[in-house]
C-alpha cells in the first residue's frame, strides 16, 4: 500500500505558464516532505522541503504547499521552463521511526517551448 | 570527480553470478544509501550506514549485501538475484542520516538480471 501518490503520471504545460504537480499522502505521521527532479541518465537532485509547521515554502520560481487537513502537497513552478521538463517526485518522512524517506512515483512534467 | 560516482552505470548478470556495484562520494558526508527503483515503482530504501555502521535494513534479501569499508565508499554485492531484481540502483549521502540533511544521488547502476 504506497503512503505517498503522485496520481499523474504525466503533465503538459506551455512555456511561461503555471506547473502545478501534485502528491497526496496517507500516513498522519508524516511531518517533514520534500521534491525532487530527475533528469534522464541522472540521479534525483534535491529541490525543496517543507515541514509541517509550515504551510508554504517558496525558493525562487518553486514553491510547495502543503495542506495537512487533506493530506496533500503541492509544487508550484512558475514560470515554467524548458529545463524543467524532468520527472519530480515527492518524498514524506515522519518523526517517529527511522525517518527513511517514503517516495512516490513520480510524474514527468513536459514544458513545451 | 564531484558529487556522488557510481560504477557501472549498465550491468547485466546471470542468475548465478556475482558482481559489485559500488559507490563513492566526495562531499565529506557521514552517511550512505542505497535506494532501488523497479519499473514503474517508487524509490525504496534499502540500506543506510552512517558514520560507516548499518543503520538501517529495510527487510533486504540476504543475495544483497552492503558494505562500507569508510564513509566515502559504499558497494553493494549481488550474489545468485532473480529476474525480478532488474532495476535502476541509486547510490545516496548525506552529512548525517538526519532526515533534513538532504540526500544527494548519484545517477544509479541498471541492472539486468537474466
Known amino acids: 500500500d504506497q503512503q505517498v501518490k503522485q496520481n499523474s503520471p504525466s503533465l503538459s504545460v506551455q512555456e511561461g505558464r503555471i506547473s502545478i504537480l501534485n502528491c497526496d499522502y496517507t500516513?498522519?505521521?508524516?511531518?517533514?516532505f520534500l521534491w525532487y527532479k530527475k533528469y534522464p541518465a541522472e540521479g534525483p537532485t534535491f529541490l525543496i522541503s517543507?515541514?509541517?509547521?509550515?504551510d508554504k515554502n517558496e525558493d525562487g520560481r518553486f514553491t510547495v504547499f502543503l495542506n495537512k487537513s487533506a493530506k496533500h502537497l503541492s509544487l508550484h513552478i512558475v514560470p515554467s521552463q524548458p529545463g524543467d521538463s524532468a520527472v519530480y517526485f515527492c518524498?514524506?518522512?515522519?518523526?517517529?521511526?527511522?525517518?527513511?524517506?517514503?517516495f512516490g512515483t513520480g510524474t514527468r512534467l513536459k514544458v513545451l517551448a | 570527480e564531484t558529487g556522488v560516482t557510481q560504477t557501472p552505470r549498465h550491468l547485466v548478470m546471470g542468475m548465478t553470478n556475482k558482481k559489485s556495484l559500488k559507490c563513492e562520494q566526495h562531499?565529506?558526508?557521514?552517511?550512505m544509501y542505497w535506494y532501488k527503483q523497479s519499473a514503474k515503482k517508487p524509490l525504496e530504501l534499502m540500506f543506510v550506514?552512517?558514520?560507516?555502521?548499518?543503520?538501517e535494513n529495510n527487510s533486504v534479501p540476504s543475495r544483497f549485501s552492503p558494505e562500507c569499508p569508510n564513509s566515502s565508499h559504499l558497494f553493494l554485492h549481488l550474489h545468485t538475484l532473480q529476474p525480478e531484481d532488474s532495476a535502476l540502483y541509486l547510490c545516496?549521502?548525506?552529512?548525517?542520516?538526519?532526515?533534513?540533511?538532504?540526500?544527494?544521488f548519484g545517477p544509479g547502476t541498471r541492472l539486468t538480471v537474466l
Open positions: 500516513n498522519s505521521m508524516f511531518d517533514y
Open positions: 517543507i515541514s509541517s509547521i509550515k
Open positions: 562531499l565529506g558526508h557521514n552517511a
Open positions: 545516496a549521502s548525506s552529512r548525517t542520516s538526519g532526515r533534513t540533511d538532504t540526500q544527494y
Open positions: 550506514y552512517n558514520f560507516k555502521e548499518q543503520t
Open positions: 518524498a514524506a518522512s515522519a518523526t517517529s521511526g527511522t525517518y527513511k524517506y517514503i
